[in-house]
């Protein structure tokens, strides 16, 4: 089977709209056409071979069966897989089996698209900031939604339809140019730049004294192995009794004002 | 000092509760409807590394300044500040947060004295909880379970697989989304009244920062990543630069001294945070290129 | 060796001795006589062999010898593995090795017996609680020994009768009878009973707040994987300091009012 | 009004205090003796899921109320009422709490100021503990030893093993459980008068019952028991709703929560308690024949 | 009572800041150098299990009583106890406490208020984090690489192979010791002088004995070692005292035990150190001829 | 090759300079001559032969390369398998590889040493409390030095002498002399004596209730299986807050006391 132009560039869209977060009810609508299961279908009505698609797509899932995506880190993207590696099994006309073979790996190069975007998005926070300045709304909304879906679709788009066209050997070779030190260094800057939310958030907060509380949970959770759920749990109980400690104190002062 | 300080803001909290519930200004169904949707649709828009879902929580109540604060363009463009902060949290879930926020800027702009700190509290102290929840129920147990029952379906060569799988999905999230959502704003709605009335404002809001600055620890430990995978050679074995060395130190040194560096180039060097970006992308590239991290 | 109807029934008794709680010297006393080692002598005696009873209880009780029931939960029973197994493999006359494969799965019949025994004196507790109400300390007394006793007299007793007079084909049919759901559920309203007393008695302590370190002794409890002591420890340590800080406030705010 | 209260106690405690020790009715030797062996025979003679050894501990002292206030039918109903309270020791070791109430129960009746509370917490603190101090020393320790000692000489033909394991373990263990009970007895007397005249009474009560309900969380962690053993199959593989959902939510959940329900009935609700174990039962039948928990 | 004391404290404190760094005895360069040389080079010279580099502390400052408290002999004499105390660190990087002490002495001689507690907790607090500072940088990083190098060299048959290591070392090593202990003084005197000015003096020195008590708590879990390799032989299997009766009654309570029984018998037997040590020894012997611990 | 009296002695030296800890820039000079690396170059050296010395030296440290000493607790010392291990290689002629069987189990005699010494020098301890108490400064600096570095020369120098001159037997007779209850009552000793200095340093810093953070502190760590670093920071952090609420009640009563 031959893929068009026009089929290649379908098939893009179908993954932009895996990974996009909107406009169409968000991460859950978005997720669920990323899953290979529904994605699979779609590419193979794309192709002419609706059944094929939704069997292969089927087999693609399976190993993304319990993916989970937390706090905006994904492990293999399974939106790339259930795209393109449905396109290029239907394409060879190979057994379900093998469709998963080929689509696994894409997995890596879904994983570069996300960090490249979460990484551009960076600019529209900053664009959006100065509306909040300059009270301007209407930009704001519209930075919100335009431009970052611009960039998701060319860099969501392009790489897909290219791998469609061109066939598996394109896109292992856009993964192993990218591939090495620069993937690294993507993932390096990806993996600090959390710090600077967590910061703005923290000097909004804050307080004197505030630090060590921060720190605290930091350090309990790091040696005592301790998720969030249960540090907050403690922390809002201790919060609750220390701040009534000190509520304490002030009263008193406060009832001795009276005098 | 201390004392004084809160005595002062008690004061200060009186004079919001006569002025109580006056409610000038209040939302309609449609402003809350609206912002659900507009939360649910739009909540990853702009999703991105330094403050993830922010500016969809702005999106999601753009209909309010102009409606609470009619010509007042300082309040206004104060509450846009506001709504920028780092925010991140499991969509459905945690909407139950967006909806207690929404009836906070509402007392709020009718006189109640709820200072920033309570709203960015309320929304730090309880992001990474409803994170938690919602990716575990939603993710982690509902998804599973249905995509299990979809390609079932739809390896035995049924074309209904797909649908049967989003169909079901779609209804379930969207059912939790709104109830979360309402709950929120109704809890919020009660919440504030009963708070301000009792006079216990203070203590919860230092309670919720305390919380918040805790859980925001606890977060930087999951969210910040940096660990370094070197090894230094030594004849036939080898040391980890990581676990060898930095662990043995202090665990976690390397992110907790980065958000600390950022924190104190923000706040106390006073830098804007594009340049802290260009700074921390710097020392990403220096990490990562000569291999310490990554 | 045949066992007669007054031998069967001596045997039942050796049994209700070892897990009656009483008046005997409680737990000890009669965990003294739950022990193989000496139940075995014991229907050894009643059985006319005392030797051959004593070797084989010994055999009996080796697989039990680190046995530790705490909070009342049993593992399997060496109760019933003493008297009944050593009953049957006097009656088979079989070496102590076979003795012990016949008497161990025994135990599990003796959990039965445990749950339903538990379970059972609920009620007289209510029992007792209608007293204290009404001061009737007689009527307490009486509730607090006899019919509980009545009780494990009479599961204690039968089912051990019978398994000896019938041989040990009855008994696996007993626990296959209760085993599966029915013995399950039994567990699992076991297991979630104690709730009531625990609430009754943070009901008694109850003063604002005093939920916050309930949830707080939980949650490190199961998450750091701490047992009771050094909760205790740590509690008892916190809590001090911390009335200290309150008692702090109060005493200044009672010096205020000297004023 | 916190402040205001404790201060109100003071005083009240000083009242405590000059009545303080005249010891209108003190228990005599054979009292406590009476006690001693009426909790060493009968702790288990009722026991049961609900509370254990609560009617144990009532039977122990049930010549008690009489004595302590003769004519005083009110007092000697709420002395009966105090004690039975869900409790739970190893009763040899814990013997020694049972010694501590008995004294504060005299210093009570002789006009000290020592409520429910103190009681309370001083059995509800120590119980857990000592629980575990005697089943290690005790059940874990003496027992295999002796029971080691005891099999050794059986096995070689000869009928002395059972006695030889029998009686030295009643004597030792009789010999401890006596010193345990007395040293409580007298720890608690002095204990009382002590704290009585440093008026730090109210420090105390307050810490133990802070103290108390800390361990019973704790316990609570250990003795209510719902683990479900439910998996959900997916494909080839099996998704456990214990360790795979639950325990990701929030570990302990189902316990904690039957635990915070049977409060909520108890004490909001004002149910009887029989009641609320019908409803556990049922509880339990549902969670039992779903399978959901077992 | 405690308030008042605080209230005492802080007059007595007002005092210590108006005499305030008249500096009447300033340590000179030469002062701090020779501090520095001698605790570098002579920190180890009387290494002992009891007090580790007690001596070592006192030593390299022996040249200070005269001259911060010329003529006052009771200052002297106190100066000499108050550095006996036990004192164990990476003394490269631990200097940077050294140091600290340093500065914090002259400020004292010059009449500012530090009690002993201040300088105690400042050793007692930092001492342990700096050791596993010190022992990682220095003894797991640093000197395993230049190891390797050095041994590659050897090994090649090149003699040099030990001077590169032990030079380079030696250089890099004396540099860190140099910095640390300038640094500690330099950072000692100025803090010094703000806490004084800043009159937060008090709970500064509080929190430092708190952190240092329950640091040293910290430390007797890694320093005092009483583990017990008994085994109670039970037919077959084995009883281990350690790990299956003494740790499940509470764990490290054997050297827990010991410290406070060392505890009791120095302060409320108020018996000398040395009666103290022979019976540790006895005790040890005692402990380890049976076997009980070993 | 043979070993003079006058090389014995030498080579004694050269351990004793490896485990002084003074006057040569402490811990870290002594512990670079202790390295076998470069002890193995000097006792070649001595014995006429440089290059062979540092070859075996090197060799024998392969194993001590992630040798770590801290809080004086030595594993097997690597100062006496550098010294004597390469002396006896190099008198046997033995290959490096062979040098090694030979030298590593010879740690265990410096472990011995090690223990003798830093117990020994307790009573050196006690005598400088003495001089504090009189003020006698001189006495104290020559008590910190003088007398321990006799002995750690004697036991350091005499049995590497003795191993060098009379060869391998001697040194594992030494060892198993010692061996056994009476090393094992030695190292129990040393185990419980720094109770004491914890204990006079707790002694200093005691205040009502400050034992409470003591048992804490050590609950903590036991339990939890924490390091002395996190410890340390959680109390810090903890202390902090505690005496803030403290100071703050206090501050409260100081105001009052102004009216
Ligand atoms: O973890 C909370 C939340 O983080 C991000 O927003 C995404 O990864 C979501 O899928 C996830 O629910
Ligand atoms: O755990 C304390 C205690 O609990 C129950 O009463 C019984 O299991 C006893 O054997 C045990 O000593
Ligand atoms: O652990 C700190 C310190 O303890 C002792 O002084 C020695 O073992 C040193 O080598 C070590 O650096």
Redesign the interface.
């Given at each position: 089977m031959e893929i068009s132009v026009l089929q290649a560039f379908l098939i893009g869209i179908v993954y932009y709209l895996g990974i996009n977060g909107t406009p169409w009810l968000t991460c859950m609508g978005s997720t669920i056409i990323q899953k290979p299961l529904v994605s699979g279908l779609i590419v193979g009505i794309i192709l002419g071979d609706p059944l094929a698609g939704a069997i292969i797509g089927a087999a693609i899932n399976l190993p993304f069966i319990a993916y989970i995506s937390a706090g905006g880190a994904p492990p293999t993207d399974p939106g790339l897989a259930g795209t393109l590696g449905t396109a290029l099994a239907l394409a060879a006309g190979v057994s379900p089996a093998v469709a998963i073979t080929i689509a696994v790996p894409l997995g890596l190069l879904g994983t570069i698209i996300w960090v490249v975007h979460m990484t551009v998005d960076v600019f529209f926070v900053h664009m959006i900031d100065k509306c909040a300045l300059n009270g301007d709304m209407k930009k704001a909304c519209f930075l919100h939604v335009v431009p970052p879906q611009i960039i998701a679709f060319i860099i969501g788009v392009i790489p897909v339809a290219l791998g469609c066209y061109y066939g598996a050997g394109v896109v292992s070779n856009i993964i192993a140019t990218l591939d090495g030190t620069p993937l690294k260094v993507l993932e390096v800057i990806g993996g600090i730049l959390p710090a600077i939310g967590i910061a703005m958030n923290l000097r909004a907060i804050s307080k004197p004294g505030i630090l060590l509380w921060f720190i605290l949970g930091f350090v309990v959770t790091v040696y005592l192995g301790l998720t969030t759920m249960p540090v907050a749990i403690i922390a809002g109980i201790v919060a609750y009794l220390y701040t009534g400690l000190t509520a304490n104190a002030a009263t008193v002062s406060a009832a001795d004002d009276d005098f | 000092m201390?004392?004084?300080y809160?005595?002062l803001m008690?004061t200060f909290n009186n004079k919001g509760e006569n002025i109580n519930m006056e409610n000038k200004v209040s939302l309609s169904k449609k402003d809350v409807l609206s912002a659900f949707w507009k939360w649910?649709?739009?909540?990853?828009?702009?999703?991105?590394?330094?403050?993830?879902q922010?500016?969809?929580v702005?999106?999601s109540m753009?209909h309010l300044?102009?409606k609470l604060y009619p010509g007042d363009?300082k309040a206004?463009?104060a509450f846009?500040?506001r709504h920028?902060?780092?925010y991140?949290t499991e969509?459905?879930f945690g909407g139950i947060i967006n909806g207690m926020v929404l009836s906070m800027e509402e007392a709020r702009a009718n006189g109640a004295d709820i200072p920033?700190?309570a709203i960015?509290?309320v929304k730090?102290?309880l992001m990474?909880?409803f994170?938690?929840?919602g990716?575990?129920?939603w993710?982690?147990?509902l998804q599973?379970?249905l995509?299990?029952v979809?390609?079932?379906i739809?390896?035995a060569?049924?074309?209904l697989?797909?649908a049967v799988?989003?169909v079901t999905?779609?209804i379930i999230?969207?059912t939790i989304?709104y109830i979360m959502y309402m709950r929120g704003y109704k809890t919020g709605k009660e919440g504030v009244q009963a708070i301000l009335s009792g006079g216990k404002m203070?203590?919860?809001i230092?309670?919720?920062?305390?919380?918040?600055?805790?859980?925001?620890?606890?977060?930087?430990?999951?969210?910040?990543?940096?660990q370094s995978t070197m090894n230094?050679?030594?004849?036939q074995?080898q040391?980890s630069l990581q676990t060898?060395?930095l662990d043995?130190?202090?665990?976690?040194m390397i992110?907790?001294g980065?958000?600390l560096?950022?924190?104190y180039l923000?706040?106390d060097k006073q830098l804007k945070?594009?340049t802290?970006?260009g700074i921390?992308?710097i020392?990403?590239?220096i990490?990562?290129?000569t291999g310490i991290?990554?």
């Open positions: - | 201390l004392p004084q809160l005595q008690m649910t649709f739009f909540s990853h828009a702009n999703y991105n590394y330094e403050r993830l922010a500016s969809g702005l999106f753009s300044p102009k363009e206004q463009k846009m500040q920028m902060q780092f991140n969509p459905h920033d700190d960015n509290s730090t102290g990474g909880p994170a938690g929840i990716d575990t129920l993710q982690g147990t599973p379970i995509l299990a979809g390609i079932g739809a390896s060569g049924n074309m697989g797909a799988f989003g999905e779609a999230m969207l989304a203070k203590q919860l230092a309670a919720a920062s305390i919380m918040g600055a805790t859980v925001l620890g606890s977060l930087t430990a999951s969210y910040v990543k940096a230094i050679p030594l004849g074995a040391l060898d060395i043995k130190l202090f665990k976690g992110p907790l980065i958000t560096l950022t924190l923000l706040k945070s594009t802290v970006m921390l992308v020392i990403g590239i990490l990562g290129v991290v990554g």
